[in-house]
Nanobody
């Protein structure tokens, strides 16, 4: 069973930055991802990264502003968020897929989830 624990959420003003962290229990999954869900909206895939870091994907809405990275030695995946906008406000979840290598944000293969960390961006 893979366990995921997020941290790093908070409240910032528009244009600010936050870094989210997700500690992953071993073994390191094939794919790690960040997702978000705002009240009344569907869950959205934000960014994903493969175990080797060779496959990375971003949602169009965060491309160029967010960066996903991993530190396998620390069993941690990060989401650096810059130039935050009010529309980035949501609960952010860390997710893992240990069965597939595609790491696609739109797939239904993400089957391990953290509890979430809230990000609030004020204008």
């Amino acid at each position: 069973q893979i366990e995921l624990t997020e941290s790093g959420g908070g409240s910032v003003q528009s244009g600010g930055s936050l870094r989210l962290s997700c500690v992953v229990s071993s073994p390191w999954p094939k794919c790690m991802g960040w997702f978000r869900q705002a009240p009344g909206k569907k869950r959205e895939g934000v960014a994903s990264i493969s175990r080797t870091g060779g496959r990375i994907a971003y949602a169009d809405s965060v491309q160029g502003r967010f960066r996903i990275s991993s530190d396998n030695a620390e069993n941690t995946v990060y989401l650096q968020m810059r130039s935050l906008k009010p529309e980035d406000s949501a609960m952010y979840y860390c997710a893992a897929d240990n069965d597939h290598w595609t790491c696609a944000l739109t797939s239904w293969n993400w089957n391990h989830w953290g509890q979430g960390t809230q990000v609030t961006v004020s204008s």
